[in-house]
């Protein structure tokens, strides 16, 4: 076992935050990532990605991002920004680490198993594997009758491979309504399952990116900040019931402040339904023996291919041996810094709940757990 006062898991942005911010307080540690890349998973998101948080927002700490950066930041721009952090605080990953076990010592520290490797004994583990970890493929009676080629939004790349064919995307959130874009304007025909009333809001509201707009209205008192984001969503979508979609009941700052789940940031999606490009279909009900989609309202389709955004779990539960008392209802942790018999265990990248977006809490939470730690080594 390899000896280390503080062990990282994961070298995408939360792991990058609490390393840079360790570096700047002269603290020792070591990160471990289970792939080859510093922030895999944005090598491998879908092309046009773009940040929907606004760049003085989304800036890891101790490093901002280059001034000719756009306000919405794309994909290959955050790699090299992210592949720069680690250079400039010298942050040195060992790659193709993959963590197994997690789990307490009876000398209060921590060691954690790397697969086919030499494992670390530690005195605290802060773990960054982040709420997007393990793509969430649903079932549906009668799947396997299904003729067609069925593939997460994981391995969206763009629309070259889809040119000609009839597509269904499963799941309004943020990438499903991007990728339904990606492949309408594009020509593809496009349908979109919805299975929830949503809650759409613009990326810009009157010249103002709607994140900035969300954060100021969020200081304000009795509620109303709540009504007036209501009223934002209201004046820039207009009804969309008669486009197939039903509107949430909940503010969409109180959807993300309860559930975790962030309100869909409108870059053109509802423009292409309105305009019959992105057909809107009602939730799946099973398919039958011919490999038909039938659906809630009692239509049935033929595709050639189904996208699933449905979605990722944590699933820190794979490699943690013990996690009760830790996670929520959504099976996340609670908290950055954990207590208890847990004490010593640290998560970032987790809190979804809050306005500034992964990225934003990322810095808040980073600053928590470094601090923790720099009053841990006085003791």
Known sequence: MKNTPTLIIGAGPGGLAVAGRLRQQGLDFEVVEQSGDIAHSWHNHYDRLHLHTVKQLSALPGLEFPDDYPLFVPRLQLIKYYEHYAEHFNIHPHFHAKVTDVRPTEGGKWEVLIKDQEGYLADRVVIATGVNRVPFYPHWDGQENFQGELVHSRDYKNPEPFIGKKVLIIGMGNTGAEVALDLANHNVETYLSVRSPVNVVPLVFMGKPTQVTAKKLEKIPFGLGDWLGTRIRSMAMGNLKKYGLKTSKMPPA?????????????????????????KVLPDIDHFNLEGLLLFKNDQQHHFDTIILATGYRAQIEDFLEDTEGLLDQFHVPKSPVAGGRHKGLYFVGFDNYKLGGILGTINTDSEIIVNDIKNQTKQ
């Open 254 to 278: 109180k959807q993300l402040r309860e559930t975790g789940r962030t309100p869909v940031i409108d870059l053109g999606t509802i423009a292409q339904i309105k305009a019959g490009k992105i």
